[in-house]
């Protein structure tokens, strides 16, 4: 049933990349429980502007957990508290009422905040051209059914794909690794017989590409995937490790 | 027709217009594609497979969105799937039937070459999007899976779960990213375009707010293709991403270039009904669960108002008090109908007093029935004669899990009720804009070297969208239309240098855009944008929603009239331009929400007809049927803009060789 929650909310407020930035704490009443984070979060903004204070700069648009943009560090876990929900479909039932709950943005080197809790993720836009596709222009193609694929490589294959690059995983991280983001492309091709060609190029590609945007190595510790919302599998950085040595032995040969 | 619509249609026979002109339509060579700038405003579907393929054959190309990456174009929230002419199905599809299915689902107001072109490149599209990575659902035997969406009779519609359109531009983005790599594309993500910039008639370029700098940026460009996306956020709540909006399309209008149809919008009648005022945008869920859902309304009035009251559950209703309103009246087609006739039934059912939730505009999407026959033949299948009743449904509900679970959950996460027990609860909301910038055959608007593809045109839909064909279309436009069509233009301009950005016709652009800018910020009224936004919607909605009349629209267009004048006095819009300021990007589109809505009224107002979305209520049959009037409205309206919010409007008659046209019966 729907319930009015009174919350604190301290904030991170930053005004830009060179401001240090500091917390700020707002009191918020009469939150219903069917609200989403980020309609609270418009509530706020409302009371904000109305009181001639500089509202509350996020990322969104979507807000159906599927766009990738929301991003906010809520009470220590990316995303929250909820298990496979991104910021934008976390709903106020999950709180109870009195509840002081601290909102930051993401925090990695790779990834510069712009404004209070707005970072930059251009890094993972530039991974991708490094290597997350399959070089065929347009036009090139050959029938959509002419090369069966497994169901089962399929699905996982999607699975996979099924990263929205929000980058919870870099910022649950404490060495900020993107190793999941990366793997989950890395894996998604590898699955298919149309990313074979290219499979092990696009792997050392995509990681010195990672490696040069000042992203942490990976030290196991599995945080990626447990708060990743979309549920990201750590096999894929298996199978990425694999396909990396394998790349590196091809290198070497040559 | 008027002269200054000329919709360049190749002559010949249907089955041949683009075949020919594709193969005689001029090249630009290699050398010289070099030398052409192309500015594509837009990331989504259209956008991103546009800027890609023009790349990949040389063309110098500048993208722009205002996400932080390409990749978060609202086109990666579709769900349901993809059309396409494959008849891998071996059910009797073909381009012809695509073709005709398109038309008449659009109610005969879509342009019969346009359609047949997009029905014969839709099969491409899948081979494109396969060979690039896109895991589309498969069978067990290793071949694509195809699923049934609305309007048609065959299973045409190519899906990944329920991300078709993330799956989709990932494949577009991920070609468009490669492009980045290579240096022939340059990715402009967080600006806006606040303008486009014409000289001598013809559009050279565009002036861009960098969001994160807030500075004004000028770019040249040969040609610009705006790929901005529909306007469906007029009504402020609606299925579109938060920042969807019209801007980029209609600061063109301004310039110059027609707005066709703006009155035809697309409710969807499954979406999640709306739960209180903190309300910020509605949640679709995907037409694809018309295929395994029934729709229902109690059949007794006093069921209704207890379930309003929460005396009794869905379940308790029996089954001979139950009115599956779709299955009743339209026995051919069932829960199956196209879009525009579910939303109305829905909502002819809910005006009646039979709506089922607090509000009183809901109605159920039910799986039962299908839960248990698809538990049955998982039965079947283990073998199993005699399964108790949990174990069928049990077997049922997996299944029903693994085709839908990601929608179910979605539903869960935002109602709180677990669908897989109670029925879904949905009302219609908005969805797409048929309606958009005026289009020729090759995409091009009436201003030279300006183009629009994607929801921003009119082009393909006419007065309805069926199910799972935005996506083809705009995947079409910018993979396999716009390669061949901008040709048609640049060819011509091969010996035009890039202009400097200091002509003063860009200099002149910037300084408008900085004027708004400055004029939003110095209001320092008492409202925010929001309200502004909000109160638009409701006269949206309320006149210019799932059914229109004379008086409402008349009203709607001085209330909104009062509505732009108080908002031009009495908006506040907090901070600075110089940095990043979300409030000031809203007011910006908000206002440019204010002029379109006003003209959506306009044009639904001097439509007399209902055909499609637009249902008039004076017009319709005894059976309450949408009444359309061929003699008199077989055309295109596209409005030309004046200064000071005036139009005028010019007619592109429609001319139907190939299909007869009917009253469009799904009975
Ligand atoms: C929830 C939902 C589900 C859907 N499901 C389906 C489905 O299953 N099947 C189907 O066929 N269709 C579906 N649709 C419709 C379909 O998704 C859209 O019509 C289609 O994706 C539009 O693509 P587009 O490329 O034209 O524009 P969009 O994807 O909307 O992209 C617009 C782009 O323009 C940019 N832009 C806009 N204005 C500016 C500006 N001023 N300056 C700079 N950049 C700008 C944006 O940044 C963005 O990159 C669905 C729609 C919704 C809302
Ligand atoms: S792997 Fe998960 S957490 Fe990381 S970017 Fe992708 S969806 Fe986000
Ligand atoms: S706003 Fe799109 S994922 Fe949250």
Redo the contacts between chains.
Sequence with gaps: MEKNLNLNLKVWRQKNANDKGKFEEYKVNNISTDMSFLEMFDVLNDRLVTEDKEPIAFDHDCREGICGSCSMFINGQPHGPKQGVTTCQLHMRSFNDGDTIVVEPWRATAFPVIKDLVVDRSAFDRIISAGGFISINTGNAQDANAIPIPKDDADEAFAAAACIGCGACVAACKNASAMLFVSAKVSQFALLPQGQPERYQRVSEMVAQMDLEGFGACTNTGACSAECPKGISLTHIARMNRDFLVAGMSTNEK | MTSKLDSKIPEGNLEQKWTKYRSTVPLVNPANKRSLEIIIVGSGLAGA?AA??LA?LGYKVKVFCF??????A?S??AQGGINAA?N?QNDGDSTYRLFYDTIKGGDYRAREANVYRLAEVSA?I???????????????????SNRSFGGTQVQRTFY??G?T???LL?GA???L??Q??TGNVK?Y?RHEMLDVVTIDGKCRGIIARDL?TGKLERHFGHAVLLCSGGYGNVFFLSTN???SNVTAAWKAHKKGAMFANPCFTQIHPTCIPV??D????L?LMSESLRNDGRIWVPAKLEDALALREGRIKPNDIKEEDRDYYLERRYPAFGNLVPRDVASRAAKERCDAGYGVNKTGEAVFLDFAANTIRYGKIEANKKGMHNPTEEQVVAMGKAVVKEKYGNLF??YQ??T?VNPYEQPMMIYPAVHYTMGGLWVDYNLMTNIPGLYALGEANFSDHGANRLGASALMQGLADG??VI?YTIGAYLSKEIMTKAISTDHEAFVEAEKNVQNTIDRLLSIKG?K?V?YYHKKLGLIIWNQCGMARNEAGLKKAISDVQALREEFWSNV?V??SAN??N??LEKAGRVADFLELGELMCKDALERNESCGGHFREEYQTEEGEALRDDENYKYVAAWEYFAGNKWELHKEDLIYDNIKIAQRSYK
Excluded: C, W
């Design positions: 497979s890609a393929s990949e996400q932080d990456s390409a990749r978060r609202h990666i929230a494959k891998y491409n899948i081979d494109q999007s396969v060979a690039s990575g896109v895991p589309f659902a498969r069978e067990y035997g290793g071949l694509l990944a779960a991300q359109g993330q799956q990932l983005y991920s070609g990213q490669r980045v790599g990715m993500a994160t991403a938060m920042g739960s209180g903190h309300q910020s945008k949640t959950d979605m996460q935002i709180g993979y396999f390669p008492s925010t929001d506040k907090p901070g940095g990043l979300q409030e």
